[in-house]
C-alpha cells in the first residue's frame, strides 16, 4: 500500500523552529517529486513546498520563502520540511503529497500533522 | 499567482441529484486541473487529474470536464459518502494554487 506519514508537528513559539517529516512505503521514492501543503483550521488549502526527484531543485511559495527549506532523503525513504522564524500565520495541519502523474496532481496525502504557532 | 474560484461556496443536495461544481481559473491552464474530496478531518482525496481523468478507484459517477480557463465537476448521482468538501487545483504554474473550496451539504 502506497503511504505517506506525516509527524513532528507540535506547538511553538513565534520566531522558533520545527522539523517536520514525512515518512513514505509502498511506492519507488526516489522516483517522484513531493509536496507539502498546510490548511489553516477552518480554511482552504494552500501549497507550501516541492521537491524533485533526486532533491536538486526546490520551489517554494513566496510566504514561506527564505523561512523554510524543504528536502529529502532518498535511502530512508524520507521527506522532511525544515521551519524556521515561525509565524502566527503560519498555524496549520502541514501534508505531505506525492505527485502521482506530472499535472502537479497529489496523491496520496499523507494523514497531516497540526503546528500550532503561538506564545 | 493564478486564482482560481469555485462556485458555488456551498451547496445543499439530497442523495441522488446531479450536482456540477464549477472552477475558473483567472488565466489559461490548458487542462492542467485537478478535482480533490476532503472529508472532516482526513486528508484531501485526488478525484480527477488532468481536467477529465478518473484517478484509479474513484467511482464513475464522479466526472471532469473542461480546459483553458473553465471546468466543472460533475456528480451524476450523489451518495451519502460524497458529502465532504471539493477543491480544484492547478498544476499550470507555480505556485500552485486551490480554489476555496464547495461544501456539499445534504439537503
Known amino acids: 500500500e502506497v503511504q505517506l506519514v506525516e509527524s513532528g508537528g507540535g506547538l511553538v513559539q513565534p520566531g522558533g523552529s520545527l522539523r517536520l517529516s514525512c515518512a513514505a512505503s509502498g511506492f519507488t521514492f526516489s522516483s517522484y517529486w513531493l509536496h507539502w501543503v498546510r490548511q489553516a483550521p477552518g480554511k482552504g488549502l494552500v501549497w507550501v513546498s516541492r521537491?524533485?526527484?533526486?532533491?536538486?531543485?526546490?520551489t517554494y511559495a513566496d510566504s514561506v520563502k527564505g523561512r523554510f527549506t524543504i528536502s529529502r532523503d532518498n535511502a530512508k525513504n524520507a521527506l522532511y520540511l525544515q521551519m524556521n522564524s515561525l509565524r502566527v500565520e503560519d498555524t496549520a495541519v502541514y501534508y505531505c503529497?506525492?505527485?502521482?502523474?506530472?499535472?502537479?496532481?497529489?496523491?496520496?496525502w499523507g494523514q497531516g500533522t497540526l503546528v500550532t504557532v503561538s506564545s | 499567482d493564478m486564482q482560481m474560484t469555485q462556485s458555488p461556496s456551498s451547496l445543499s443536495a439530497s442523495v441522488g441529484d446531479r450536482v456540477t461544481i464549477t472552477c475558473r481559473a483567472s488565466?489559461?491552464?490548458?487542462?492542467?486541473l485537478n478535482w480533490y474530496q476532503q472529508k472532516p478531518g482526513k486528508a484531501p482525496k485526488l478525484l480527477i487529474y488532468a481536467a477529465s481523468s478518473l484517478q484509479s478507484g474513484v467511482p464513475s459517477r464522479f466526472s471532469g470536464s473542461g480546459s483553458g480557463t473553465d471546468f466543472t465537476l460533475t456528480i451524476s448521482s450523489l451518495q451519502p459518502e460524497d458529502f465532504a468538501t471539493y477543491y480544484c487545483q492547478q498544476g499550470n504554474s507555480i505556485p500552485i494554487t486551490f480554489g476555496q473550496g464547495t461544501r456539499l451539504e445534504i439537503k
Open positions: 488565466q489559461s491552464i490548458s487542462n492542467y
Open positions: 503529497a506525492r505527485e502521482s502523474y506530472n499535472w502537479n496532481d497529489f496523491s496520496p
Open positions: 521537491i524533485n526527484s533526486d532533491g536538486t531543485t526546490t
